[in-house]
């Protein structure tokens, strides 16, 4: 049987058309998701961690012009050589590069100056596409799933910043009368459960011999491979994630203060950063991208870091899932499905609802930490070029998380997907769902 990539030249047509398609939507929302920001808003950095909202534009750009355009389009230049520098990530293989923590040091080129950069380098992608070869047209589709990684980043990066900012300002601003309603609904007390419509129930795992690990034609990281199989002990999972409620209930029983819950490099942390909440939370408020808000008690957590999130499994007498456990439960669920990015505007988790499916929220809403090292599968190789650089060389000192967010860009999400953070990161909108042996 003929494989896609080999097909009539009508349906070959039809494919770069779709990744045409997919491209030019890919970068119209990331423009959209910086179209209310200032170039002063676009060019600071708050953290090391983080990277201005202009970087990220002009790092998804220089992605595909160096990949894509400069490798394998005939006669392409460079739209800047000086780019280059400024805007490689990690990639050894490309040479030197601008400091990472030193990236909101460059106030110049100008946001304006960043998309002009993008749009030439659209038009050239666009122009390129009918004339690559299939190898260069999966560096596209890679790219697609590289900016959407970035678009999400976009988000928490600036949300990050202006939660820095005494103003408090908003990227999306909600309506202020809404807001003191909501305010003045829980500063009566905040609950400590969810609402009874979505009450957690344990849900029975699969036991004995699974397969995990990407399988068939659609795109994955290499991380992702290859498939292999791994033998499973009764365990059951919960129906949905932490929520703010239950979290609020184990910070009045005194869980950031109880060493008996933490890893010792968790301990140390909360010892030495003073963390007694999760980011973002001040008293019954916290900080999303429409500004300060009530938190809803029946909302999933969210940015809490691995080392809070086994503390909590910890002290619910439960535990994190193994990453293996959250594929398997997975796999049979709509990826395409829940609360996830569809266009610009406010991103912050809601709560679930009463639903037929026995697993909810397994995709979006918020990231869930694993209690998995990320590491290697067994059989794992690097993608072979510069681009292998782009997962393998991370595989040390992170945790896997799984199921996107509300953040993440929908059709970006799989249930191979590993996303991966040190332990104790929390800018992200993570959470976690607990597990126990049966």
Known sequence: MASRTDASPAVAADQVAELARRFAATRALSQDLAASLSDADASAQSMPDASPAKWHLAHTSWFFETFVLRDHA??????????????????????????????????????????????????????????????ARSLVELGI???????????????????????????????ETAFASEVARFSAGFPSAPDPAAAMRWVRGAEGVVDIGHAGDGFAFDCEGP????????????????????????????????????????????????????????GDRHFTLSGWQAIDPSAPVAHISFYEADAFASWAGARLPTEVEW??????LDPHGGQQLDAAGPAHPTAASAADTL?????????????????????FRPAPGAVGEYNGKFMSGQFVLRGGSCATPRGHM????????????????????????L
């Open 74 to 135: 005939p006669g392409y230049r460079l739209f800047d050589d000086r780019y280059p520098y400024l805007f490689n990530s990690y990639y050894e293989a490309e040479g030197p590069r601008h400091a990472r923590p030193q990236r909101g040091l460059l106030t110049r080129p100008s946001l304006d100056a960043v998309r002009a950069w993008r749009a030439h380098v659209d038009a050239a992608v666009r122009d390129a596409l009918p004339g690559l070869s299939p190898a």
């Open 145 to 175: 799933h590289h900016e959407q990684q970035h678009q999400e980043l976009l988000l928490t990066d600036i949300q990050h910043l202006f939660a820095q900012n005494p103003l408090g300002p908003a990227v999306w601003p909600v309506d």
């Open 227 to 282: 498939r292999f199989s791994v033998l499973l002990t009764p365990h059951a999972l919960a129906s949905r994630p932490v929520t703010n409620g239950e979290w609020r209930a184990f910070i009045a029983d005194g869980g950031y203060r109880t060493a008996s819950l933490w890893l010792s490099d968790g301990w140390a942390w909360v010892q030495a950063e003073g963390i007694d909440a999760p980011l973002y939370w001040d």
């Open 327 to 332: 594929e398997a439960a997975a796999a049979s």
């Open 359 to 379: 697993l909810q929220q397994m995709f979006g809403s918020v990231w869930e930490w694993t209690g998995s090292a990320y590491r290697p599968y067994p059989g």
């Open 414 to 437: 799989r249930a191979s997907y590993r996303n991966f953070f040190h332990p104790h990161q929390r800018w992200q909108f993570t959470g976690l769902r607990l597990a126990k042996d």
